[in-house]
């Protein structure tokens, strides 16, 4: 290594260490419980202002900054805080699960979240870019919301995207959440972090910013209470399965026939009209599974008039060699059989990206090569309603979602973040399975191996939960809906257009004055 390299290297460093590289990282780390508030009521309602005023805070330390790459480095910071925090449990599932070695697993760990903190990175500089453009103004505080909102837009589409610890799912028990229903998470997202702006110059006393934080919020409010769905139909009965089969133990051989006695003890137990199961609860292909076996959970669900969902891999029929295989949700009973291909795969865990097989050689994961099923799949019909099937992950991108709506009447998301242990994930992903329930206007069924394991009502409460880590199953009741909510028909393109009006004031407003 030259002597250059390694002198840029030291003065990076030393620029990551000095107290503004410090603070940020605080912030950005301090932002973190709000992503998977479980305290219950008006204690989940203050958790969600936390990272509103420490992102105001950072952004009174940005306006210090004296140049282009300090406010990179310390949008660096912040991300890198939030997401070693936040995403802590990537290193819980190479180490404890991908028998990955920790020092290695650690270092992937912050490899990977350095990557993610490139996007507030690339705001913040984009930010200090436009400010100078304009002079402080009523108008900067849209300009850094549309600067962050687009750095999340960003990363939840590049290099296929990871939107997770987006600002939008810290306010799910905010009033900000009730424009979820138009402009979905992202635009959450920007309220907030308009929010946040405004309170860091309150202490200015200006009339117009007291006067837009009332209306922002009071509008959340007031958007909280349309109902743009209603009930379809009478309340079907659902029972969700938490098997809490060990990851250690799950893909072992001998596991199996454990596996599938302990699934069919339990729906014969507590038989409904849609019985659900996590997501490939059965480690097996479809075409493996005894035939005498699913003829006995398509009777037992056939008696009662009811229909199984279950997660499980599957293949091309009659294809011995397994070179493409699908994670996939299978139904068996009353209705005809159907299944359902995961869409959007997870990277390394679910699919290797080109150049990166070595990753093979290094972890420990059962069938990481999926491919992705198509685009265009439709909503179930089972249990006498339509349902929409995300599996884990790819519930997060609530765009993607909407290729089943209005159509579906229920959304179904089949998971498993045992991969995880006990972590901060079960937690984080129940909350973006709120925001899901929130833009669309339909009540969310989620199964999960060892949670969280929850029915989710229309507007983003948590009716009915099991404890994570426990066998047990989840009796709930309830109806179909239907109609749209605006998110619905727009998708992502409100925030969008939003983040990107606001990013061009700097550009407009002397045009503006020039005119006049």
């Known amino acids: 290594m030259g002597q250059g390299t390694s002198g840029s290297l030291l003065n990076l460093a030393k620029r990551l260490s000095g107290s503004f590289g410090v603070i940020a990282f605080c912030l950005g780390l301090g932002s973190v419980p709000a992503y998977s508030a479980l305290l219950g009521g008006m204690g989940d309602v203050l958790l969600s202002l936390l990272p509103i005023g420490l992102l105001a805070l950072f952004y009174t330390r940005l306006l210090r900054v004296e140049n282009g790459k300090r406010a990179f480095l310390m949008g660096f910071c912040y991300g890198l805080g939030l997401f070693l925090g936040g995403v802590s449990w990537i290193y819980v599932s190479l180490s404890d699960f991908a028998a990955i070695p920790s020092p290695l697993a650690a270092l992937m760990t912050l490899l990977f979240s350095s990557v993610l903190a490139f996007f507030p990175a690339l ?88 006067l837009v934080c009332f209306i922002l919020w009071g509008g959340g409010l007031a958007l909280a209470q349309i109902e743009w769905t209603s009930p379809e139909g009478e309340p079907i009965s659902v029972t969700l399965l938490q098997g ?83 994670n996939s949700a299978v139904s068996l009973g009353i209705s005809p059989d159907q299944h359902y291909a995961k869409r959007h795969l997870v990277p390394y865990g679910e699919f290797i990206p080109p150049g990166f097989r070595w990753f093979l050689r290094l972890a420990n994961i059962p069938l990481t090569d999926f491919t992705a099923g198509e685009r265009g799949q439709s909503p179930l019909a089972i249990a006498g309603t339509r349902v929409a099937i995300s599996i884990c992950y790819e519930d997060l991108f609530g765009e993607e979602t909407l290729d089943f709506l209005p159509e579906a009447a229920l959304l179904v998301n089949l998971s498993n973040t045992a991969w995880f242990g006990r972590s901060l994930a079960p937690g984080q992903h129940l909350q973006i399975a709120r925001m899901r329930a929130l833009e669309t206007g339909r009540p969310v069924l989620r199964a999960g191996n060892t949670g969280v394991t929850a029915l989710i009502t229309p507007k983003g409460n948590v009716a009915a939960a099991l404890p994570t880590f426990t066998r047990a199953a989840l009796r709930v009741e309830t109806p179909g809906y239907s109609g749209s909510t605006p998110y619905i028909h727009l998708g992502n393109w409100p925030a969008i257009l939003l983040a990107l009006a606001a990013c061009l004031l700097p550009f407009v407003l002397p045009r503006l004055r020039l005119g006049k």
């Open 244 to 326: 809490n089969v060990p990851q250690s133990l799950k893909w072992q051989p001998g596991q199996l026939a454990e596996t599938l006695s302990l699934y069919r003890d339990m729906i014969l137990e507590h038989p409904a009209q849609l019985v659900l199961l996590p997501e490939t609860a059965f480690p097996t292909f479809l075409d493996r599974l005894p035939p005498e076996y699913l003829a006995e959970l398509r009777g037992a669900l056939t008696d009662v008039g009811g229909d199984l969902l279950l997660g499980i891999p599957t293949r091309a029929a009659g294809s011995e060699e397994v070179t493409h295989y699908y």
């Open 123 to 210: 705001a913040a500089y984009v930010f200090y870019r436009l400010a100078r453009a304009i002079p402080a103004s009523f108008v900067t505080p849209f300009v850094f919301a549309g600067c962050f909102t687009l750095g999340e837009l960003l990363r939840g589409s590049v290099l296929t995207g990871f939107p997770w610890l987006a600002l939008g799912y810290s306010q799910a028990d905010s009033p900000l959440a009730g424009y979820a229903s138009i402009v979905g998470v992202y635009g959450v997202g920007f309220c907030a972090a308009l929010t946040a702006v405004w309170l860091a110059t309150l202490r200015q006393k200006h009339w117009r910013t007291y």
